[in-house]
T-cell receptor, first 114, second 116 residues
Framework: SQQGEEDPQALSIQEGENATMNCSYKTSINNLQWYRQNSGRGLVHLILIRSNEREKHSGRLRVTLDTSKKSSSLLITASRAADTASYFCAHAVRGSSNTGKLIFGQGTTLQVKP | GAVVSQHPSWVICKSGTSVKIECRSLDFQATTMFWYRQFPKQSLMLMATSNEGSKATYEQGVEKDKFLINHASLTLSTLTVTSAHPEDSSFYIC????????????FGPGTRLTVL
């Protein structure tokens, strides 16, 4: 299976703390993306990092990518109760026949307690 | 911009019936649309990749005769679950890539299918 892995599976923190989620994948990638999903809802795109990038920021989000280790991390700083959701990484498989195809990680469920 | 809608948002049907789910890109032309299914507390699993005017490419283990995909235009793809059974109950999500921009997928809000 090409499906990526994420850890931790579940994370519970207090408001104001930082949350770090990790993601690993198995194939060569074009890019890696992070998504957020509130319970029973669709996905919200958070950030995309390309294979030639090592770090990217967007507001309170910081994403790193280590292609040598085939891993990525998502850091949410100064978390808020509204950040409570499931977070998924997804990587775009390199190769012309797979253009645009995303393989999702298993997800991390984040709970931020007020 | 880049809004994807799905209809219906939820559906309950009897075992043995067929259900059609629509995925529309509202404000852009979609080169490719993808269909995923998600079981409770699990991740998204890609079912098939759909390109306008051509046959869908199904992932291994997905029955193409059970999950019929039609991509008739650059803004509409449909997924029909034929002869649905309770084990088909799931959250079905579509996504679309914008013409000329293949990196980012825009996701629909999902359709909750419950088969009784």
């Amino acid at each position: 299976s090409q499906q990526g892995e994420e850890d931790p599976q579940a994370l519970s923190i207090q408001e104001g703390e930082n949350a770090t989620m990790n993601c690993s994948y198995k194939t060569s990638i074009n890019n890696l993306q992070w998504y957020r999903q509130n319970s029973g809802r669709g996905l919200v795109h958070l950030i995309l990092i390309r294979s030639n990038e090592r770090e990217k920021h967007s507001g309170r989000l910081r994403v790193t990518l280590d292609t040598s280790k085939k891993s990525s991390s998502l850091l949410i700083t100064a978390s808020r109760a509204a950040d409570t959701a499931s977070y998924f990484c997804a990587h775009a498989v390199r190769g012309s026949s797979n253009t645009g195809k995303l393989i999702f990680g298993q997800g991390t469920t984040l709970q931020v307690k007020p | 911009g880049a809004v994807v809608s799905q209809h219906p948002s939820w559906v309950i049907c009897k075992s043995g019936t067929s259900v059609k789910i629509e995925c529309r890109s509202l404000d852009f032309q979609a080169t490719t649309m993808f269909w995923y299914r998600q079981f409770p507390k699990q991740s998204l699993m890609l079912m098939a990749t759909s390109n306008e005017g051509s046959k869908a490419t199904y992932e291994q283990g997905v029955e193409k005769d059970k999950f019929l995909i039609n991509h008739a235009s650059l803004t509409l793809s449909t997924l029909t679950v034929t002869s649905a059974h309770p084990e088909d109950s799931s959250f079905y999500i579509c996504s679309a890539t914008r013409l000329g921009v293949s990196d980012e997928q825009f996701f629909g809000p999902g359709t909750r299918l419950t088969v009784l």
